[in-house]
């Protein structure tokens, strides 16, 4: 505010930080994008190192949300303005969440199943609120403001897929690891291979990979396989309850979308554009 007094432009509108329009805005802005952060963070790593996709597989399974986030983000404003876009958000919101159960329950333990096509459906989700978001800002504050909404709309896009990165892959680590001890104590594994095997429990492997891990610690065939077993039932377990975690975050965002602005046009505006067009 004295900045904005001196010199007649603050650093931050007060509509941004005070505005619960502007902060519903915003959350629909970052959301998303924490959403993309987090699946990057769990899905990638997961199909590349535990079930062996390669990376043009991965790339190609990425295409699934990639086409029809753009499709909807590019088009449905124009194809669909009088839709309305408190709405659209609410279901881009219910369809992540959703995307978020299907890829739950499309991790099995030594696998995927074709429920990680959820990933489309979470593509779907954020094309959706992506089409509408920046003009939930935009609308919600004054002319001057708007100005620098589009920077401050950057950060919150950027800010959010941080987060989300950090924050889900933190999250991952330590349920794999509280997973591995837990399920190790019950499952008769030998004490002198819990040690060694605890310190690769945040890692995500595959089968394989981790049983010559256990070879080179001198187990046998038996304790190999229980290690094994106990091993991909936590990285399993870990995924889903983060994928879990993840949708229940983003079903909670319909809460701050009661403050967002209507940004859709009336149908009467739209007809007099049309009749306004030359034939």
Known sequence: ERRAQRRGNPLIPRAFVTSPSVRAGLSAVALPFFYMGAVGILATPYLQLVTGFTALQTGMLSLLSGIPMFLLATFLPKLAPHL???????????????????????????????????????????????????????????????????????????????????LAGTFLLLTMAGGFAS??????????????????????????????????????????????????????????????????????????????VETAAPRAEQDKAKARRPR
């Open 84 to 166: 309305s876009s408190r709405l659209i958000i609410r279901v881009g919101f219910i369809a992540i969440a959703c995307a978020c159960g299907l890829m739950a329950l499309g991790v099995q333990q030594h696998g995927v199943t074709t429920a990680l096509f959820g990933m489309a459906l979470g593509g779907f989700g954020v094309g959706a609120v992506n089409s509408q978001a920046n003009n939930a800002v935009a609308c919600a504050v004054t002319r001057e403001e708007a100005e620098q909404s589009g920077g401050i709309q950057g950060a919150a896009r950027s800010i959010g897929l941080a987060l989300g990165t950090a």
């Open 183 to 260: 399920q190790a104590a019950s499952a008769g594994i030998d004490q002198s291979y819990v040690g060694p095997a605890a310190e690769t429990a945040s890692t995500l492997m595959s089968d394989s990979a981790f049983s010559d891990e256990a070879r080179a610690w001198g187990a046998d065939a038996a304790q190999v396989d229980k290690l094994v077993d106990v091993k991909a039932s936590a990285q399993a377990d870990a995924m889903r309850l983060s994928f879990g975690a993840l949708g229940l975050l983003m079903a909670a965002g319909l809460l701050t979308t009661r403050h967002l």
